[in-house]
């Protein structure tokens, strides 16, 4: 494990100018000239000059060849040096934890799971994915003061200030554990605690293109269901940083009501779309996913739903259906609240059975009787992969390390 501490906060690449340019040449993988930069930032010339010289020293763009625009000299092209910085990001899911190391850029160069340890000693947790963190950074040759951070996605609650998985029902020994702190110092990077779901929604919004990342709603299947939600590019938190809690929300169940013990009939889309409880709706469907009795075995019997459904069994892809149309049910009342136009669909359990339950999702959606918006709803899935919580948890580093912020600008008493 690391031996020295490089801080507990996240380093700065110096302030709102700098974030400003690094995030429009991030968005731009074509590459801008200094004079586009100035007229897509806003800001003067001379500022972008000093602003993109600190940046190439820095090794965090690279002078990248010239082009020819009407009269005048050629214009150098500035691109991003996505191998110059590095986050790690880690979920914390109750059968597996998975770790990702992204590039500044934010593609996967590196990825790894293990097993979720038991929280009975805390010690041991720390231990175990810092061990994981070190070893997925050494495995990937990444020079080690190259890593901004380390971002931790966990179920709800949290407690975000202090950096503690305070009771999640899905990891019932997991209680008060100081994960972000603990993990600091045994990794010697800065750590950021986050809930999972809104992790998820950081990381879509992280990597997605501008008009996409502005508004929308991730509607993220795991153990539990979650939204998270992202308005005006700024993900929404909440006073406790717990927002996304949606599991409650009443809707339509559809064939999935009542089924087979009649757990879910309050109407709750948590309960209808458990996964535990879906491995027995199937069994009752006469779809034998094989038995269940702790997470790490609902997790096996997924993958065979997922078998299933690419194999075209009628039974699986009902049920893919029938899953996806609850959850569209619910999501189509979060629409209607934020008058969104975006909804993502993701997360664990979601990509194994995305093929059949997106279009049921979708036309739950945008055909719904109670849909208010008239303006087109985009339903799509991610693009971030099964492991989109811990894609999202590095996002969390990289989009506090480097996109701009105008708070930034306030002057604090």
């Given amino acids: 494990m690391a031996e020295h501490r490089r801080g507990a906060n996240l380093p700065s690449i110096g302030g709102f100018n700098r974030t400003v340019v690094l995030d429009a040449v991030r968005r731009s993988p074509e590459g801008l000239s200094r004079v586009e930069l100035a ?3 806003g800001l003067s010339a001379q500022t972008v000059s000093n602003v993109t010289r600190f940046l190439i020293e820095a090794g965090m763009i690279v002078e990248s060849g010239t082009v020819v625009s009407g009269r005048g000299k050629p214009r150098t ?7 110059s910085r590095y986050a790690v990001g880690v979920h914390v899911d109750p059968a597996i934890v998975t770790y990702v190391l992204l590039d500044l850029a934010g593609t996967v160069v590196a990825q790894s799971t293990t ?14 994915i810092a061990g994981a963190v070190d070893a997925l950074v050494t495995g990937a040759r990444v020079d080690v003061d190259a890593v901004l951070g380390v971002g931790v996605a966990s179920p709800g609650p949290i407690d975000a200030e202090a950096g503690v ?9 997991w209680r008060d554990v100081p994960l972000r702190d603990a993990l600091a110092g045994a990794t010697g990077h800065p750590v950021l605690l986050e809930k999972d779901v809104t992790a998820a929604a950081v990381g879509e ?13 991730f509607v993220y299947f795991g153990t539990g269901f979650g939204v998270g939600l992202v308005l005006d590019h700024e993900p929404v938190r909440g006073v406790g940083s717990n927002a996304g809690d949606a599991g409650h929300i009443m809707v339509d169940q559809g064939p999935l009501a009542g089924t087979p013990d009649g757990s879910g009939t309050r109407g709750e889309v948590g309960a209808a779309v458990a996964p535990d409880r879906l491995v027995q709706v199937a069994a009752a469907r006469g779809l034998d996913l094989g038995p269940v009795s702790d ?5 096996r019997a997924w993958d065979v739903l997922a078998a299933a459904i690419a194999a075209g069994d009628e039974e699986a892809c009902a049920l893919a ?21 975006r909804v993502v669909f993701g997360g664990p359990f979601w990509s194994r059975i995305a093929s059949a339950a997106l279009p049921a999702a979708r036309s739950a959606i945008v055909d719904s009787p109670l849909l208010v918006p008239k303006h087109p709803i985009a339903v799509e899935d991610t693009d971030r992969g099964a492991d989109v919580a811990a894609v999202g948890a590095a996002c969390l ?8 912020r105008a708070s930034t600008l306030l002057i604090r008493r």
């Fill in 39 to 41: 007229g897509r930032t």
């Fill in 77 to 83: 092209i500035l691109r991003l040096e996505a191998a």
């Fill in 115 to 128: 097993s979720t340890p038991s929280a009975d000693d805390p010690a041991e947790v720390v231990r175990t």
């Fill in 165 to 173: 998985v305070l009771d999640p029902p899905f990891l019932p020994r």
């Fill in 205 to 217: 919004m992280f990597l997605a293109g501008e008009s996409a990342a502005r508004n929308f709603a």
């Fill in 295 to 299: 997470a790490a075995s609902v997790d």
């Fill in 321 to 341: 259906a029938d899953t996806g149309r609850a959850m569209g049910n619910a999501a189509v009342l979060i629409v209607n609240l934020l008058d969104l136009d």
């Fill in 397 to 404: 580093v990289l989009d506090a390390a480097l996109s701009p």
